[in-house]
């Protein structure tokens, strides 16, 4: 069962618009959120995250939302620049040994 | 430089012949775990490890094994691959005081054929 859903395999935005990318989870022991950043032929990076206790935490021109009653996160990117061109993982954490993925969303910025 | 080194980071193997993938990290982590990446299902975890000779089984673990003899490493073995465990591997560590952000290494892109 996928506990972590991103219902978006894609996204293309222009550069310097607003990036959002969704993510859904179904288990409510999930209390802390992680986005990672995947480009080919590399290991996903950490890019940020945000403890259930919150419901935004910024850094930088990345922005993670959290809605628990409504179990959704979503990570805007502003403004979006080509080098954000990747796959980005949605993650959730009950505790250190059940980390749960999405399948992940491709987002392509254009010049 | 700070890092997770897997290797290989390609291998075609033929079905039934034993292969190990090394992990190691220099960041001295406690936490290590090995997932693997198949499309439409993100990353799922096979195996993890707490520390030293401590490692449990994550979500599909079944034709795999691990060992933690020490701290750094943390290698996966497939003693009898099968063509279902063609994937994407990737080992990532963390250090349990500091959260929960794990790194990666690059990934090994194992077919079974």
């Known amino acids: 069962d996928q506990q972590v859903k991103q219902n978006s395999p894609s996204l293309s935005v222009q550069e310097g618009r607003i990036s959002i990318l969704n993510c859904d989870y179904t288990n409510s022991m999930f209390d802390y959120f992680l986005w990672y950043k995947k480009y080919p032929a590399e290991g996903p990076t950490f890019l940020i995250s945000?403890?259930?206790?919150?419901d935004k935490n910024e850094d930088g021109r990345f922005t993670v939302f959290l809605n628990k009653s409504a179990k959704h996160l979503s990570l805007h990117i502003v403004p979006s620049q080509p080098g954000d061109s990747a796959v980005y993982f949605c993650?959730?954490?009950?505790?250190?040994?059940?980390?749960?993925f999405g399948a992940g969303t491709r987002l392509t910025v254009k010049p | 430089e700070a890092q997770v080194t897997q290797n290989p980071r390609y291998l075609i193997t033929v079905t039934g012949k034993k292969l190990t993938v090394t992990c190691s990290q220099n960041m001295n982590h406690e936490y290590m775990s090995w997932y693997r990446q198949d499309p439409g299902l993100g990353l799922r975890q096979i195996y993890y490890?707490?520390?030293?000779?401590?490692?449990d089984k994550g979500d599909v673990p079944e034709g795999y094994k691990v060992s933690r003899k020490e701290k750094r490493n943390f290698p996966l073995i497939l003693e009898s691959p099968s063509p279902n465990q063609t994937s994407l591997y990737f080992c990532?560590?963390?250090?349990?005081?500091?959260?929960?952000?794990?790194?990666f290494g690059e990934g090994s892109r194992l077919t079974v054929l």
């Open positions: 993650a959730a954490s009950a505790n250190w040994n059940d980390m749960r």
């Open positions: 490890s707490m520390n030293v000779e401590v490692t």
């Open positions: 990532a560590s963390s250090l349990m005081a500091s959260g929960r952000e794990l790194f």
């Open positions: 945000i403890s259930s206790i919150k």
